[in-house]
């Protein structure tokens, strides 16, 4: 269990939107899954800076980084209208978007986020990605994605952490891993950093990659 003291705060905010051991839960799977796999193992990077995360989720990963990185999360984008709810409440500070196309703004920051994203860009993902890179500039890109073994694979979580706007069901419109490294490496993200979740695996099961831009300062 993670820091449970910090889940039961947040609860405290929320408590008419969601359920205690639902929120719990999936708050705990959360950090379990992203604190020191994302968050610490990019630690040099995060501390002190600001942050826009495109599926953002309910936030808890980035109100745990307010408290022990000082990252400050200023934007975050997510069409989930309940997930946004909670997240309002959780980032009262953070300005918060359904989609990019919503951002009427150019948000300059330190990082981007984008942890389990890319299967809900389906095949349109080189579209949605020059979208976000157009309207967001960013020192740093920490993204997690892995390419599926299985492609037909439905999504588990359509209500909740795998919503989309496109109406995609599975992974059949997944792009691969390769194919958005070096996508992302052609238009200057140059990776620095893997984070290998299963060395034991022959697959890329859910790595996380830093990617740098070149010529880009951070704020
Ligand atoms: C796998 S979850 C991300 C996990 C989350 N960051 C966490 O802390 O655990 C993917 C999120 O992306 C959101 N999402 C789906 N399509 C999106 C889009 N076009 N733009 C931004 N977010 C999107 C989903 O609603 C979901 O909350």
Not at 54 to 83: F, M, R
Not at 195 to 205: E, G, H, I, V
């Amino acid at each position: 269990m993670t820091d449970k003291k910090f889940l039961v705060k947040c609860y405290s905010k929320i408590k008419n939107l969601i359920k205690f051991n639902e929120f719990l839960n999936d708050a705990n799977e959360s950090i379990d899954r992203h604190w020191e796999t994302t968050y610490m193992f990019n630690k040099d990077i995060l501390e002190n800076k600001k942050c826009i995360d495109v599926g953002i989720w309910y936030g808890v990963c980035n109100a745990y980084a307010l408290e022990k990185l000082n990252l400050q999360t200023t934007h975050g984008i997510d069409p989930n209208k309940d997930s946004l709810d909670i997240c309002s409440k959780l980032l009262t500070d953070t300005k918060l978007y359904s989609t990019i196309d919503d951002v009427n703004e150019t948000i300059d920051t330190d990082i981007i986020f984008m942890l389990g994203l890319i299967p809900f860009f389906g095949d349109k993902w080189k579209e949605h990605l020059n979208n976000i890179f157009q309207k967001i500039n960013a020192k740093y890109l920490i993204m997690r994605h892995q390419t599926y073994t299985d492609p037909t694979a439905k999504f588990t979580n359509i209500d909740k952490k795998e919503y989309n706007i496109l109406g995609l069901t599975d992974y059949s419109q997944t792009a691969n891993v390769d194919d958005v490294v070096w996508f992302l490496q052609e238009n200057q993200w140059r990776l620095i950093k893997t984070n290998k979740l299963n060395p034991n695996s022959n697959t890329d099961s859910g790595n996380v990659y830093t990617f740098e831009k070149y010529g880009q300062k951070t704020l």
